[in-house]
């Protein structure tokens, strides 16, 4: 057998995802992406904040699809073409909530890491939805503040999640 497919993995190495969104990156465990998807329909949602850019269908449910600059105050994304979804997993246990979506704005990098891989950056303002800038392994990203973003989905779920086919 080929030993070069089984590599071990460290005790303490994390399993993470460089998510590219316009104002940056973000570092993720990969187990908190459900999955990424090519861009899919939307569908627009009437008195909601501008940040809920509506909801997408996805394994026969609807789930939010939010923009994550304008959420952060950092104005609207470009809109540029050929962007991706990424599905999270919800994690803060609501079950009106188990899943959200989020543009991204490329494919995302699997990055295996160390604890002392990952240093505290005083880099750009942090907006709500970011808990700290760090280094990775030399790369600038952003731990992101899931619990204040689901929490500002929560405050508008009951409007905007309906079974698919309703």
Known sequence: MNRALHTPIAEHELATLLIPIESGQWVLPNVSVA???SNTSVQPLAQVPDWLLGTIE??????????IEQLNGLGA????????????NGL???????FFALVISAPPRLMR???????T??????GPCD??????????????????IEQQLLAVID????????
């Open 113 to 119: 890491i160390l604890p002392d891989e990952i240093s």
């Open 77 to 88: 994304a470009s809109g540029a073409t050929g962007r991706r979804i990424a599905v999270l």
């Open 58 to 67: 996805w394994r026969q449910q609807r789930i939010p699809l939010l923009a």
């Open 92 to 98: 803060g246990g609501d079950t009106r909530l188990p």
């Open 159 to 166: 409007r905007i999640i309906t079974p698919v086919g309703e």
């Open 131 to 148: 808990l700290h800038s760090v280094l990775v392994s030399g790369e600038q990203a952003v731990i992101p503040n899931i619990d204040y």
């Open 35 to 37: 999955e990424i998807i």
């Open 121 to 126: 950056e005083v880099g750009p303002a942090l």
